[in-house]
């Protein structure tokens, strides 16, 4: 599990592309390093990715086709941020809310709008999860934990406002319009609007 206050944004600084597998090395700084062992969790934009190698500052990760294919890691390249994160360890904080690292899928931004001190960003959902998306609720962007300013389910777009701290320390300052993000829906909202759904269906069911 992860608190979605991401450390940092940090440089992609190795990718080996095999069949079916990309093999991804970041250069971390020396708190992030400090303690960490192979097999480690450790979220990358969000992603729960293991830690299969350590090389110094040099801490690599191999993504599968799944990984690839369900989220932006597959479009990384050499140089790129990424935001990262290391699982909570018991008792951390909880400055966000609980992501576990498991994405639900990809939204692209759409709109930008960045008055002075100031960043409003608008972003396409995939309509399967519109419905666990609800103004002042909690989300998951490359795997920053932040609140929803609006959300219009006709649409299915969402925005969020960004401090101009989140800018600095996160890779969501690097977004152009059309690019994409991983998502994560809050897992509480979910599990409550799932067993809602599923309740509803029952006493319909029943009733019929």
């Not at 979605?4 to 944004?9: E, P, R």
């Not at 994160?85 to 008792?91: C, D, F, K, W």
Request: hydrophobic fraction near 40%; aromatic fraction near 4%.
């Amino acid at each position: 599990m992860y608190t979605g206050i991401v450390h940092g944004a940090y440089t992609l600084c190795g990718l080996q592309q095999k069949p079916g597998l990309s093999q991804l090395t970041m250069s971390l700084n020396d708190e992030l390093v400090s303690g960490l062992a192979i097999g480690a969790s450790v979220g990358l934009n969000g992603v729960c990715m293991t830690v299969t190698a350590i090389d110094g500052h040099k801490v690599h990760f191999d993504a599968m086709q799944e990984t690839l294919s369900l989220t932006t890691l597959g479009n990384l390249a050499v140089g790129d941020r990424v935001n990262v994160e290391r699982s909570a360890s018991q008792g951390a904080e909880i400055g966000g809310h609980l992501i576990s690292g498991h994405v639900d899928g990809m939204a692209e931004l759409v709109a930008l709008e960045q008055p002075e001190n100031n960043c409003t960003m608008t972003f396409q959902l995939p309509p399967a999860l519109t419905k666990y998306v609800f103004k002042k609720g909690f989300i998951g962007l490359h795997g920053c934990s932040l609140t929803v300013a609006d959300m219009d389910k006709a649409s299915a777009r969402f925005s969020v406002c960004l401090i101009p701290e989140t800018l600095r320390v996160t890779n969501l300052s690097d977004l152009s319009v059309g690019d994409c993000v991983n998502i994560e829906v809050d897992r509480q909202t979910q599990v409550i609007v799932d067993t809602v759904e599923r309740v509803l269906a029952e006493r319909f069911a029943n009733e019929s």
